[in-house]
Structure formats: structure tokens, C-alpha cells
């Protein structure tokens, strides 16, 4: 596609409920990011990958979190037993190469309510 | 204290106006910095990079000092089309580390 898409874009879950939200990058982009924005707020680094290989995962807030890339496009984030603070929007973003140092392109992101 | 820091705002300015937001950063080894647009309930869109001599593109001015760890952007001539946030953003130690944003609002 032309560019990073996300699914869903909302998505409403109760306390305790797992969710996995998805997300496809450019084609042929190396790096994926996972981001994570609570309502006034700038963007909160979750995880990277480079291709399949998750570099740094060390902002994901807790084990509750789990994100993949197996085959180095799709990637998806796993929230299991979520909880209320888990709220926000959480955005993807790719870039051509490896490192942080290129232009990254967002998706329009997925919007997590949780009850 | 915050990695990167801005003045939330919201800014609101007349058209035509010139507006400046602030940032600072707080880790000395930082490489790269940017500055990104957010339109409301939209993703963040990269502005324009910034670079140590200053760099211009159309009506935007990026500064950056290192010794002060301080970047700015400059809008010259404001236009409605120009209301958005606008998120500094640091590359630390590899990581690109997002300021909460500064929001503007131009106005007729």
C-alpha cells in the first residue's frame, strides 16, 4: 500500500480482556516502531524492530505487552488482561532503512478504550 | 524531568502573525533532531530535520544549540492551515524521544 496502515482503528475492550492491534509498514521498509499517546501527550516509544529482529523493547510498560514481527512486515501489538491506563492511541511507524535516524512514517494509528 | 520539554501552550495567534516554540532536551549526546506536525486526531508528519547551521524551508526557521541543548522553530506569516501541534522531537542514545507538543491556533 501507499502507506503504514493500522487495524483497527478503534477498538473498545473491557477490563481484563486481551487486544492485538495490527499493523503493516511500507513495503520494503526495514525498521518498525510501535508508539504509544495518551491524550495530550507526545508520543511514548514502545519497541523497535529492525526486519523480524526486535531490537529494543524498552519502553513497553509491562509484561502485559508483547509485540511481534515474525516475517519482517506485519507486526502486532499484544495487550493481554487490559487495564484502564492501557487508554490511548497507540501509533506504528516505519522507516526505508535501519535506525532511528530516517524520516518515519505513521500510520493513523488504533484508538484503545478500555472499560 | 522529561527528556524533551515544551511549552504545551496552546498558542493563539492572528494570520500573518510570526510565532516561536521552544524546546530543550536534556541528554548532552543527542545526534539528530526534528520537528514534527500533528493535525488533530491525525498522525505526526515530519516537518523539516535540524541541523546545528540553522535551517529554513519556505516560511519555517529550525535552530538548533547544542551548548544550551535548545531548538527552535520560527513561522513566519502565519496561515489558518498552520493550526496543528508541532512536536520536538530527539534522537537519544538511538531512540527518537517525542516532546508533548506545543499546540498553535491561527486565527482570521
Known amino acids: 500500500g501507499a502507506g503504514v496502515s493500522q487495524s483497527p482503528r478503534y477498538k473498545v475492550a473491557k477490563r481484563g480482556q486481551d487486544v492485538a492491534l495490527r499493523c503493516d509498514p511500507i513495503s520494503g521498509h526495514v525498521s518498525l516502531f510501535w508508539y504509544q499517546q495518551a491524550l495530550g501527550q507526545g508520543p511514548e516509544f514502545l519497541t523497535y524492530?529492525?526486519?523480524?529482529?526486535?531490537?529494543?523493547k524498552s519502553g513497553l510498560p509491562s509484561d502485559r505487552f508483547f509485540a511481534e514481527r515474525p516475517e519482517g512486515s506485519v507486526s502486532t501489538l499484544k495487550i493481554q488482561r487490559t487495564q484502564q491506563e492501557d487508554s490511548a492511541v497507540y501509533l506504528c511507524a516505519s522507516s526505508l532503512a535501519a535506525g532511528w535516524g530516517e524520516k518515519l512514517f505513521f500510520g493513523s494509528g488504533t484508538q484503545l478504550s478500555v472499560l | 524531568r522529561k527528556e524533551v520539554e515544551q511549552d504545551p501552550g496552546p498558542f493563539n495567534v492572528p494570520e500573518g502573525a510570526t510565532v516561536a516554540f521552544n524546546c530543550t532536551y536534556s541528554n548532552s549526546a543527542s545526534q539528530s533532531f526534528f520537528w514534527y506536525r500533528q493535525d488533530c486526531r491525525k498522525e505526526p508528519k515530519l516537518l523539516m530535520s535540524?541541523?546545528?547551521s540553522g535551517n529554513e524551508d519556505g516560511r519555517f526557521t529550525a535552530q538548533l544549540n547544542r551548548a544550551s541543548q535548545y531548538i527552535s522553530l520560527l513561522i513566519r506569516d502565519s496561515k489558518l492551515s498552520d493550526s496543528a501541534t508541532y512536536l520536538c522531537v530527539v534522537n537519544t542514545g538511538g531512540k527518537l524521544i517525542f516532546g508533548q507538543g506545543t499546540e498553535l491556533s491561527v486565527k482570521p
Open positions: 535540524v541541523y546545528s
Open positions: 524492530f529492525q526486519n523480524e529482529a526486535q531490537l529494543d
